[in-house]
């Protein structure tokens, strides 16, 4: 992945991460009491979520460090591979797992733990500094 294609990815990133950082509200009850605004830092964590993995995808294809099955998968592989640590893959595996709840409205979701998210995105920003890490030093 080239240095522009990282650098317009993780602005992507850094533009949903500022949106949810606006739009969410400050505390559980509000997040419940206000469906518009939870949908919305819901999806834009999502989304969030979904540039994250691509950037994952990239930089293990264009590496040729086989096929991951899973989301999950692809962070596990990171971690192996030295871009990240296995403590941030785990938390990046967790975010899969919450990104394919919101995108596939699981009847389940757990608005609490998606909130706790939305409240402490730095498990992305520290996926982003990671890569930019490894990609600078290598």
Known sequence: MTAEV???KVAKIADKLARIDEQRPGTL?????????????AFYL????????????????ERAWGAPDSYGEAF?????RGVLTPELAEKMVQAA?????ILHEYDDIDWARVYAAMTDLARL?????AVQ???TAG
């Open 6 to 8: 990282l650098a317009r």
């Open 29 to 41: 009850a509000e997040l419940a009491a206000d469906r518009s605004r939870r949908d919305l830092c």
């Open 46 to 61: 999502a989304l969030a979520v979904e540039d994250c993995i691509d950037i994952a995808e990239h930089l293990i294809a």
């Open 76 to 80: 596990r592989t990171l971690a192996r």
């Open 97 to 101: 797992g919450m990104r394919n709840a």
């Open 125 to 129: 920003r520290e996926f982003v500094a």
């Open 133 to 135: 890490r490894f990609t």
